[in-house]
């Protein structure tokens, strides 16, 4: 069983920067590959990040903030981190923090067995 707390989210002008963190709770963190969602109102929940470590890390992430976000983790304090830099007004959302196999498919929401409670993110222009 693991535990997901987001925290970080907030109101930040558009070009701004903001660092969501995930904190875990249970064992064996680093045997879960973590990733990070959005869901804006309206729309579904889409994948945005995701790191994993399988011999060596890999990182992931949608065409959307690739070369604007920075996923990483720290497996001796059981975070995942999200850096968020040149932010739109479209990355507003409700970002939530995931974990799952290391083997499953990272993009797919439901291949995902543990979730936070989602922090808020506002772009304003």
């Known amino acids: 069983q693991v535990q997901l707390v987001e925290s970080g989210g907030g109101l930040v002008l558009a070009g701004g920067s903001l660092r969501l963190s995930c904190a875990a709770s249970?064992?064996?963190?680093?045997?879960?590959?973590m990733g990070w969602f959005r869901q804006a109102p309206g729309k579904e929940r889409e994948f945005i990040a995701a790191?994993?470590?399988?011999?060596?890390?890999?990182?992931y992430y949608a065409d959307s903030v690739k070369g604007r976000f920075t996923i990483s983790r720290d497996n001796a304090k059981n975070t995942v981190l999200l850096q968020m830099n040149s932010l739109k007004t479209e990355d507003t959302a409700v970002y939530y923090c995931?974990?799952?196999?290391?083997?499953?498919?990272?993009?797919?929401?439901?291949?995902?067995?543990?979730w936070g409670q989602g922090t808020q993110v506002t772009v304003s222009s």
């Open positions: 995931a974990a799952g196999g290391l083997g499953i498919a990272l993009t797919t929401t439901a291949n995902y067995a543990y």
């Open positions: 249970g064992r064996a963190f680093s045997s879960y590959a």
């Open positions: 790191i994993r470590d399988v011999g060596r890390r890999y990182s």
